[in-house]
């Protein structure tokens, strides 16, 4: 319990995509809401997206909003979320961080009290 998994990321051209997941065992995370991160060198962590344990509320940056899509799966043995990454920009090569809070809406950083390790990405131009 309590723990996130992230995968997906890799190398990728400016244009291209990628597909993150976040992977955790059990049904703890049913009921948080999850979200995406990211962090590049030299800059803070920021909010990418996140999206309500029932899936019916989702938030984006405005920066990935018509590019990126947040989706969950509450499976019986296991919560999942992906991150499809569409029209990449090299500014967005970043470690991508998956995030858990038991705060609805659109939770500010500090709730959020569940990380993974995190996954690279890197966009090349």
Same mark, same amino acid.
């Given at each position: &319990?309590?723990?996130?998994? %992230?995968?997906?990321?890799? $190398?990728?051209?400016?244009? +291209?995509? @990628?597909?993150?997941?976040? /992977? ?14 990211? &962090?590049?060198?030299?800059? %803070?962590?920021?909010?990418? $997206?996140?999206?309500?344990? +029932?899936? @019916?509320?989702?938030?984006? /940056? ?36 998956? /995030? ?26």
């Amino acid at each position: &319990q309590g723990q996130l998994v %992230e995968s997906g990321g890799g $190398a990728v051209q400016a244009g +291209g995509s @990628l597909t993150l997941s976040c /992977a955790t065992s059990g049904r703890f995370f049913s009921t948080y809401t999850m979200g995406w991160f990211r &962090q590049a060198p030299g800059k %803070e962590r920021e909010f990418v $997206a996140c999206i309500s344990w +029932g899936g @019916l509320i989702i938030y984006y /940056a405005d920066s990935v909003k018509g590019r990126f899509t947040i989706s969950r799966n509450n499976a019986e043995n296991a919560v999942t979320v992906q991150l499809q990454m569409n029209s990449l920009k090299p500014e967005e090569t970043a470690t991508y961080y998956c /995030a858990a809070s038991k705060e609805g809406g659109s939770p500010p950083q500090t709730e959020y009290k569940y990380w993974g390790l995190g996954t690279q990405v890197t966009v090349s131009s």
